[in-house]
């Protein structure tokens, strides 16, 4: 009989756990079964440099998406986004009588005195007892937005 050379002992290969994924929440209901969401609320406007310098440094809005030869811009991290169309067309721009997008503010009073120290229109502050706190205040073609702080505590 040959002697044999002993072999090292192997050590057992530790296999990782099949990686599961995080439980992902639920995708909100759709509104209905044609429309699922706000997508976007935006607004004409006339001069295209200087609802830029309003959407993107007076009011701070992140650019989401846009399409500069289109004369389109959308602000904003998440849906809906806040949007901008350059309007070109030679009858006049419809503007003011729009919709009105409203932004969820932590501090309605305090936005609307910085944004009059930026010479931005606002209207007077309202608030409705218990339910919510609402500032209005124009773009520079007069398209009026809000902002919403709400007084119904969480939960």
């Given at each position: 009989?040959?002697?044999?050379?002993?072999?090292?002992?192997?050590?057992?290969?530790?296999?990782?756990?099949?990686?599961?994924?995080?439980?992902?929440?639920?995708?909100?209901?759709?509104?209905?079964?044609?429309?699922?969401?706000?997508?976007?609320?935006?607004?004409?406007?006339?001069?295209?440099?200087?609802?830029?310098?309003?959407?993107?440094?007076?009011?701070?809005?992140?650019?989401?998406?846009?399409?500069?030869?289109?004369?389109?811009?959308?602000?904003?991290?998440?849906?809906?986004?806040?949007?901008?169309?350059?309007?070109?067309?030679?009858?006049?721009?419809?503007?003011?009588?729009?919709?009105?997008?409203?932004?969820?503010?932590?501090?309605?009073?305090?936005?609307?005195?910085?944004?009059?120290?930026?010479?931005?229109?606002?209207?007077?502050?309202?608030?409705?007892?218990?339910?919510?706190?609402l500032g209005t205040f124009y773009d520079p073609d007069g398209n009026k937005l809000q902002l919403a702080q709400s007084l119904i505590p969480p939960g």
């Open positions: 009989m040959s002697p044999t050379k002993k072999q090292p002992a192997r050590k057992p290969v530790r296999r990782a756990a099949p990686r599961t994924r995080a439980a992902q929440p639920p995708a909100p209901p759709p509104w209905s079964d044609d429309i699922r969401e706000l997508n976007v609320v935006w607004y004409n406007v006339s001069d295209w440099a200087t609802a830029q310098k309003f959407y993107g440094e007076t009011l701070g809005l992140p650019v989401a998406f846009a399409l500069e030869e289109a004369g389109w811009i959308e602000y904003g991290r998440t849906l809906p986004h806040l949007a901008i169309n350059r309007w070109t067309a030679k009858s006049g721009i419809p503007i003011g009588g729009g919709g009105v997008a409203t932004l969820t503010c932590p501090d309605v009073r305090g936005t609307i005195a910085r944004l009059r120290a930026k010479g931005v229109r606002c209207d007077e502050v309202e608030e409705l007892p218990g339910m919510v706190i």
